[in-house]
């Protein structure tokens, strides 16, 4: 069943500075004659229970993503200000992300299926579609990844840091320690869940310093719900 959001998908090729770009690649992987469609994640996609979501992708994560810089630098009111891992060009750590095939037929379900799961808007999901470009920046590591794969498409949470924007100050691992120290124990709880469970492969400062911290492995030990 499709969401009742992809009622306003066509939204997402009306914006503004987003006029279409035809790309023209090799052949894309097919199933059942339709292309394939690839979902990038690095958090909580991977760990946390959402069948709405889940239920529209393949059950396993495969770990030989495109590489791409990530850090915890973004406070999300979702979590009570917990930090969040996204794509973060200027302080990000280079890792190999992971990816799954989404089950939908058709790129604009797929989009709306994570659009809903993360709760935001068109404009905070990444796309690369193969045949049409719909972005004039497209991330090119990311393109060449699904080049290299045959895809169809690439979707990702595009939600950027705030960090600065929050705190009124850059991003440095001695900042986030200290915000996250300021944080309420429901808050610290919901920071230590949300970096603990990251996946294995995300190797950055924050992560290193914070499990170093004897108070932060406390704090994983409190109910965040």
């Not at 406070?75 to 200000?81: F, L, V």
């Not at 973060?88 to 994570?114: F, P």
Request: aromatic share 8%; glycine share 4%.
């Amino acid at each position: 069943m499709v969401h009742e959001c992809c009622l306003r998908l066509a939204a997402l090729f009306m914006e503004p500075n987003a006029e279409p770009q035809v790309l023209r690649v090799g052949r894309s992987r097919m199933n059942d004659g339709k292309p394939e469609f690839a979902i990038l994640a690095w958090g909580s996609l991977m760990w946390e229970v959402r069948p709405e979501f889940d239920e529209h992708h393949e059950e396993n994560w495969r770990l030989d993503g495109p590489i791409l810089k990530v850090e915890f630098s973004r406070i999300s009111t979702s979590r009570q200000d917990a930090l969040t891992l996204v794509i973060e060009k200027k302080y990000g750590v280079a890792t190999t992300v992971a990816w799954c095939l989404s089950k939908r037929q058709r790129i604009e379900d797929a989009i709306c299926d994570l659009r809903c799961r993360e709760g935001t808007t068109l404009k905070n999901i990444g796309c690369v579609d193969m045949s049409v470009n719909s972005s004039p920046s497209l991330c090119p590591t990311i393109k060449a990844w699904a080049v290299e794969r045959h895809l169809g498409a690439v979707i990702w949470t595009a939600l950027e840091s705030n960090f600065e924007k929050k705190k009124g100050t850059s991003f440095s691992v001695l900042a986030a320690v200290e915000h996250i120290k300021k944080l309420d124990p429901c808050g610290k709880a919901k920071a230590a869940e949300y970096i603990w469970r990251a996946p294995a492969f995300v190797k950055t400062p924050l992560r290193d310093a914070l499990q170093q911290e004897p108070w932060f492995s406390l704090a994983k030990l409190i109910d965040p719900a």
